[in-house]
């Protein structure tokens, strides 16, 4: 995998970080987070910030290049799915005030992942 690829395919995989199931209108958690993305293999690339957005408990990503998606339920645990290009992740967690942390597993790769609002 080369640098470019690998950074995207850290980015997919932050963004990934799949949620519980949830049924939210104006959640808690609404707004702007800044996503931080570890892999447990160095092949899978360094890690990556993006920035997702949470509304009315529905993600959506804020970059062209990542498609984000899930939903954050009123407690606070969150399923997502990412994608760039062909490559796909999903993750889960729990947010929490401000900040957040999961996991998440993508076809070759997989690890973990914090957040904190913005």
Known sequence: MNGIRKGLFATIVAIAFPLGQANAAGSAFDG???VR???SSETCG????????????QI???SAAVTASGKVADAGSINV???????????SGRLSGTSGSGTWR???CSGTWTAERM
């Open 32 to 34: 702007t987070w800044n």
């Open 46 to 57: 360094n890690g990556a910030t993006v920035a997702i957005g949470i509304s009315n408990g």
């Open 106 to 108: 993508g076809a070759m």
């Open 81 to 91: 799915t990412l994608g760039a290009g062909i490559k796909h992740a999903v993750g």
């Open 37 to 39: 993305i570890a892999s």
């Open 60 to 62: 959506a990503s804020s």
